[in-house]
Every structure is written in C-alpha cells, then in structure tokens.
C-alpha cells in the first residue's frame, strides 16, 4: 500500500491515528492503575479499545491507495465499529446514571437499537449521518444525567462534571461532523473531518479525567 497524495486526506489520517492514541492511554490507564475488576471498568476498556481500532481502520481508509472493493470493506467496518463505540458508551455512562445491574441489562436492547441505527443508515446517502445524530443525543442525555450527578454531589462531583464537560465536547464534535462545511486554515487547510477528531480527543480526555478522579475518590 502507498500513502495518498492528498493534504486533507493524509492529515484526517493523523488526526486518526492521534485519535487512536488517545484511546489507548485510557486503555492504558484503566488496565495499569485500576486494579478493581468490575463491569464499569471492564465496559470504559471495551470503549477505549473499539475506539482504538476504529481510529486505526479509519486512518488506513484515509491514508492509504486501496482498492475499491477494500475500501467499502474498511468502510463499513469503520461504521461497524463507530455502532459498537456508541453502543459502548451507553452501558459505560448507564452505571453511573441508573446502576450496574440496568447496565447489564440494557445490553441487548443497545445492540439492538445499533442494529436499527445500522440498518437505516443503508437508506441514507451520507451513511454516517445515522451514526452522528445517535451519538448526538446519547451526549446530550449524558451531559444532563452527569451535570445532575455533579449537582447533587452524588458519587465524585468533581469526576462528574468533567464526564459531562467531556459530553458536551463531543456534542460539539458531532455538530461539525453533522455539519459537514466547518474548515479552517492553520500552516494546513483542516477540514470538518479533522477538526472533529482534534475536538473529540479533547472530549476523550475529558472522560479520562473523570475515570480518574471517579477511581481516586474511591
């Protein structure tokens, strides 16, 4: 394979990788410094790893010459695994909002909901669009239910409002990715792509944060 010659293309592709980093520091910090083995633990390390992945596959989608067959393969791998990462996040915030056990439970009617989501999204040109408006409104329901946990000084306050200051950052990133127009020019031309992966890693740091300060409470 041969890198693409394209400015944006190469750079949404190192945004990615950036991205993928990002991920696997919170993978990082969750198998090296948190030693308790429970299901929120075990859930943010299946979003960080998806998410990991995902990055990947997207950077080599965006970065490498490819075939065409290939490339709708990465494709939808990359829609496959964005369902997952969103699907992820939902039973990763479901802890702290309602319990473990619902957790638990709502596994597979979120599967199911992302199989809907999957299955529309056939329908639509624009195939991610699906994607980002579901992962809009789980971090727009996130950003409330974190913003009242902090409120009412349930759990870790302080983790709190840095999980809901990570949701509204990636509400944010998910109106660029939805709008589709937003560019700017820093030394490169950075397209809506590539501003929204510098904006959600900031949001993944963000919940890395939380993790901590919800752990080191403990």
Known sequence: ?????????????????????????????????????????????????????????????????IPPYFRVCLWYGVLVLLGLLISSFVLAVSVDLVNEDFSKRAILPVLFIFLIVFVFSFSLKDKIFAFAVYQFLISAVAFIGYSILALRRQSSPCGSWFMALGSIVSIVAMAVQLDGSLSVSIIWDLDHNIIYHFVQAFGVVLFILGLRRFYSEK
């Open 1 to 65: 394979m041969t890198l693409v010659h394209g400015e944006i293309d190469l750079l949404t592709a190192i945004t990615n990788v950036g991205l993928a980093l990002v991920a696997f520091i919170g993978a990082l910090y969750l198998l090296v410094f948190v030693r308790r083995k429970q299901w929120k633990r075990s859930i943010w390390l299946i979003f960080f790893t998806i998410m990991f992945i995902a990055s990947l596959v997207a950077a080599i989608y965006h970065g490498f010459e």
